[in-house]
């Protein structure tokens, strides 16, 4: 069992930086991939950014590719979202998840956390 924990979120003018924090606590946490996902009002939810257990596979949605980066820091269980020149269009609740691999696909990830808002205003 993997308990992930999110924070860092919050609202941002359009260009702003935020950066996101999943925190993962449980047996074998650092064992496993993290994507982070986004799903805003009326939308269904979308990949966003993915990170292999050991760090050295990244992925990243076409939309977010050059303004965001994932990271991790398995010395304190928590991967990292930085959120580079935001836009409005990026506004959504954002959820980092757990899986084996780092799959883009959400159905594939066995663990959630419970979401943290970002509002960026134009």
């Known amino acids: 069992q993997v308990q992930l924990v999110e924070s860092g979120g919050g609202l941002v003018q359009a260009g702003d930086s935020l950066r996101l924090s999943c925190a993962a606590s449980g047996r074998a946490s650092s064992s496993y991939a993290v994507g982070w996902f986004r799903q805003a009002p009326g939308k269904e939810r979308e990949f966003v950014a993915a990170?292999?257990?050991?760090?050295?596979?990244?992925y990243y949605a076409d939309s977010v590719k050059g303004r965001f980066t994932i990271s991790r820091d398995d010395a304190v269980n928590t991967v990292t979202l930085q959120m580079n020149s935001l836009k409005p269009k990026d506004t959504a609740i954002y959820y980092c998840?757990?899986?084996?691999?780092?799959?883009?696909?959400?159905?594939?990830?066995?663990?959630w956390g419970q979401g943290t808002q970002v509002t960026v205003s134009s």
């Open positions: 990170i292999s257990w050991t760090g050295g596979l990244t």
């Open positions: 998840a757990a899986s084996l691999s780092p799959f883009s696909d959400s159905v594939l990830y066995d663990y």
